[in-house]
């Protein structure tokens, strides 16, 4: 498994201010020698200075084909399926004009992840 902590403060050309964070992991279990279960689940926040505080949470779950059951084994081929909630002061974080006024969704298809 991994862990992920982000904090930050950034000051725009304007000298807004945003405080920003985000928490997460991923957890990988290996159930044979080709074949993992990864899953994800992380939070983010971003306070730009005198404005709402925009919220995201999403967990995506993979079952995964890889050429051995290690953590950092590569290459990877995950099918997945991603759910997300965030409120409304976050806005549309997808831009897809689809999920315009929605403060939750899914999406799911495969990746390919492969080091060298």
């Not at 807004?16 to 290996?30: A, D, E, H, N, P």
């Not at 005198?50 to 919220?55: E, F, L, N, V």
């Not at 997300?84 to 002061?89: D, G, I, P, S």
């Amino acid at each position: 498994g991994q862990v992920m902590l982000l904090l930050a403060k950034e000051t725009n050309g304007a000298g807004v201010s945003t405080t920003s964070s985000s928490i997460g992991g991923r957890m990988s279990y290996g159930l044979s020698r080709h074949f993992k279960f990864v899953s994800e689940l992380g939070v983010s926040q971003y306070k730009p200075e005198g404005g709402a505080t925009a919220r995201l949470t999403k967990l995506t779950l993979a079952p995964t084909l890889s050429i051995d059951s290690s953590f950092w084994s590569r290459p990877e081929l995950r099918f997945y399926v991603t759910t997300a909630k965030w409120n409304a002061a976050a806005g549309n974080v997808t831009g897809n004009p689809a999920f315009n006024g929605k403060t939750s969704g899914t999406s799911a298809g495969a990746q390919v992840e492969w080091w060298f």
